[in-house]
Nanobody, 116 residues
Framework: QVQLVESGGGLVQPGGFLRLSCAAS????????MGWYRQAPGKQRELVAVITSGGSTNYADSVKGRFTISRDNAKNTVYLQMNSLKPEDTAVYYC??????????WGQGTQVTVSS
């Protein structure tokens, strides 16, 4: 298992952008799929973006065309570039493997708030 630390969240106006980072305490090379999840108040955690070790990506319909996931195995880091942010993107964002059972315990996440 790896420990995961998310960063890069903050308060941004609608239409703005943020870049989230997820640093793993160990190697993520052996983890095929890494993902970014989010949990809005009163809602279940949802998977919004996934990237495989081969670089294939998949996105939830709600973020497709606006978010881009990437990974740097040499740095054991996964990124999420978020553009054209909307108020409905407000949530705590987490990273983990997909499925989470092959990753590590959930980190504290990073808060993203989209508001004018």
């Amino acid at each position: 298992q790896v420990q995961l630390v998310e960063s890069g969240g903050g308060l941004v106006q609608p239409g703005g952008f943020l870049r989230l980072s997820c640093a793993a305490s160990g190697s993520i090379v052996s983890i095929n799929a890494m993902g970014w999840y989010r949990q809005a108040p009163g809602k279940q955690r949802e998977l919004v973006a996934v990237i495989t070790s081969g670089g294939s990506t998949n996105y939830a319909d709600s973020v497709k065309g606006r978010f881009t996931i990437s990974r740097d195995n040499a740095k054991n880091t996964v990124y999420l570039q978020m553009n054209s942010l909307k108020p409905e993107d407000t949530a705590v964002y987490y990273c983990n493997a997909d499925p989470p059972s092959v990753g590590g315990p959930w980190g504290q996440g990073t808060q993203v708030t989209v508001s004018s």
